[in-house]
């Protein structure tokens, strides 16, 4: 670095060589200094911007992945390795990811991913993976394509889903369960928008009050069939 007259830091790569005599003493030395403040502004800048996104993807607990069909190279953040129980090299390779694939999702996410691959369509897959400590997690992974032919590359996103997907199969159980509670009982749900008024009701409440499809459910029309004693 190099402070100027006017008080501006400019950074400066300077290189040179010696000039010999046939008895190789050195007379003079001739070099080259480079004005390389731009590059370093730019390579700060992009130093900075890749530390955000890293911060940004750490918050949304997302990871970075992209694969080079042509080299079958397949690169990750470190993070997403390690959470995988896979090493920087075999990190680099699809083979050691394929295996990780739980039996069940490795047909349905291969087929998604060549068709990503070869036709550019959106890839967004669920699957589970059984790591090297024999724990089982659920990831979502999303991928687009860039470019065409051997120039193809995907450029995708991978986040651990496995405690939404546990709470997504809880409240699909509770879902069930009431349902059959319902069924059993002879009942149906319903719910009164005060705002609007607006009624909403279960899939059966049709049937147990025996109106028929032609029949729009409103407070209106259930208010017409109430008993007028009641």
Request: proline share 3%.
């Amino acid at each position: 670095r190099m402070l100027l007259p006017d008080g501006s830091l400019r950074w400066v790569r300077d290189r040179g060589a010696a000039v010999r005599d046939g008895d190789g003493r050195a007379l003079r030395v001739i070099g080259i200094a480079e004005d390389i403040t731009e590059r370093r502004q730019a390579q700060a800048t992009l130093a900075l911007q890749e530390q955000r996104l890293e911060l940004a993807l750490r918050a949304a607990g997302l990871h970075v992945w992209s694969f080079d069909p042509s080299r079958r190279h397949f690169d990750a953040n470190a993070l997403l390795c390690q959470l995988f129980g896979l090493d920087p090299e075999r990190c680099k390779r699809l083979g050691p990811w394929r295996r990780q694939l739980h039996i069940d999702d490795r047909a349905r996410f291969e087929s998604a991913f060549r068709a990503t691959l070869l036709r550019g369509e959106p890839f967004n897959e669920d699957f589970s993976v059984t790591l090297a400590s024999g724990e089982r997690r659920r990831f979502n992974a999303q991928a687009t394509r860039i470019g065409q032919g051997r120039e193809a590359r995907l450029y995708g996103v991978c986040a651990d889903i496995t405690s939404r997907a546990a709470q997504e199969d809880a409240l699909k159980d509770r879902n069930l369960r009431l349902k059959l509670a319902l069924d059993a009982a002879q009942m149906s749900i319903w719910s009164l928008d005060i705002a609007s008024f607006k009624l909403e009701v279960g899939p059966d409440f049709r049937r147990i009050l025996a109106m028929p499809e032609s029949m729009p459910v409103t407070t209106t029309s259930l208010h017409e069939h109430i008993v007028v004693d009641d």
